[in-house]
């Protein structure tokens, strides 16, 4: 399948772009909320940050695949490694979201009118620490990471 950018997506990259697609429950095929390449950007993303801190499998995204650091070729990503990449790309995703959140907070009153958005971020926020909890409980199931606190 070719996204509208030219880039040609490996079966398990398609797999984890409809499981992240899932995930944010962006499922309306009339009306998506993000492009297959936003998805695909997300989840290069998550891989390059887990790579650099929690979860070193020497693995990068590129040409529309999973690729090795080693030697530049293609790698079989299992389920589960999918299912961390995703996660931790839901958690980049709500990130940004509660950015733009943050900055369009108001609360407007007139007479007997009244609209007040200020509670979105922090329902973001709670939504985070929840998504980031669930990261490190796989890692801790996978054994990359000893111990971890529950708040």
């Not at 979860?55 to 293609?74: E, M």
């Amino acid at each position: 399948m070719d996204d509208t950018n030219g880039i040609q997506y490996s079966e398990q990259m398609k797999r984890a772009i409809s499981r992240l697609r899932r995930r944010v429950h962006d499922l309306d095929e009339e009306n998506l909320r993000f492009s297959d390449k936003v998805l695909y950007e997300y989840i290069s993303d998550a891989v390059d940050e887990l790579e650099i801190h929690d979860y070193k499998k020497g693995v990068y995204v590129a040409n529309g695949d999973f690729l090795s650091k080693k030697d530049n070729s293609p790698v079989i990503v299992s389920p589960e490694d999918i299912a961390i990449y995703t996660l931790k790309s839901h958690i980049l995703l709500k990130t940004g979201i509660k950015d733009v959140s943050d900055r369009d907070n108001f609360s407007l009153r007139k007479n007997n009118l009244s609209v007040d958005t200020t509670k979105q971020s922090s329902d973001h926020a709670v939504t985070l620490k929840e998504l980031e909890a669930q990261l490190r409980q796989m890692l801790y199931r996978k054994n990359v990471i000893r111990g971890y606190r529950i708040e």
